[in-house]
Each structure stands twice: as C-alpha cells, then as structure tokens.
C-alpha cells in the first residue's frame, strides 16, 4: 500500500506541474492567468455573484481575491460595485468584454481538451473530489 502511495503522490505531483504550466501558457494568450480564469468561470453570464461567493466556490480568501478582481476590472472584464446595505459586500459581474473573453476561452479550450475524453476526466475528477473531500 506504502509503495501504491508512493507512486500516486509521485505522479500527482508531476501531473498537477505539467498542467499548470501547460493551463498557464495556454491562459496566458487571453492575458490573464489560471486564478482569472477560475473567477471567470464562477460567473455566468447572467448571474453577478458576490466576491464571498466566489472565494468559498474556489476555496480562497478575500485576501487573495481582492487582488485579482481588482486586475480584472482594471482590464476591463469584470465590474465590482459594493453593496449600500454592507460596505463589505462586493458584487462582481462580468462585462461584456469579459463575457466575450469567456466564450473565447471556452472555444479553444474545447481544443486543448480533445486528447481527453469525458469517461477519463470524468474519472481523473472523481479521484480528487474523493482526494479534497476526505478531509
């Protein structure tokens, strides 16, 4: 068993550094980075959400959010209004920029994941929510 986990953590580690440097170049073609992409993929076109939201959705602090929604809206992709009821609530919505960038995004990603099928992701996926949920 020691030997089975051995291998797994080995190939985890290798396997998550290959994708996020392949996930890091392919993003860095729209000019944003994974975490932008991840804030992007929180937010359908049609429903604001608010920036507590999005942490808890990906698992992050407003510490590190604020940051990169700031960035966002500096480049024009997203909109972040407070709330009047509570300074600090922080609504985020995409623009229409940002809305055009998703589905940019989401066209070549269709590319970049063809080497993949749904039954094999499907699967990769289950082991790490079974990974992140044992905790």
Avoid: W
Avoid at 24 to 44: A, G, K
Avoid at 126 to 133: P, S
């Amino acid at each position: 068993m020691q030997n089975n986990l051995n291998t797994f953590l080995k190939q985890f580690y290798i396997t998550n550094k290959n994708i996020s440097k392949e996930l890091n170049s392919f993003f860095h073609t729209f000019n944003i980075t994974l975490q932008n992409y991840l804030v992007l993929s929180c937010l359908s076109k049609s429903k604001p959400l608010y920036l507590k939201e999005i942490c808890d959705s990906l698992s992050l602090d407003t510490g590190t959010m604020t940051p990169a929604t700031r960035l966002l809206e500096k480049k024009g992709i997203i909109t972040r209004e407070r709330s009047k009821l509570d300074e600090r609530k922080v609504l985020i919505c995409l623009t229409e920029k940002g809305k055009q960038l998703q589905d940019d995004i989401n066209h070549s990603m269709n590319n970049l994941t063809q080497t993949i099928n749904t039954p094999e992701l499907n699967d990769y996926i289950k082991v790490l929510m079974k990974i992140i949920n044992h905790n």
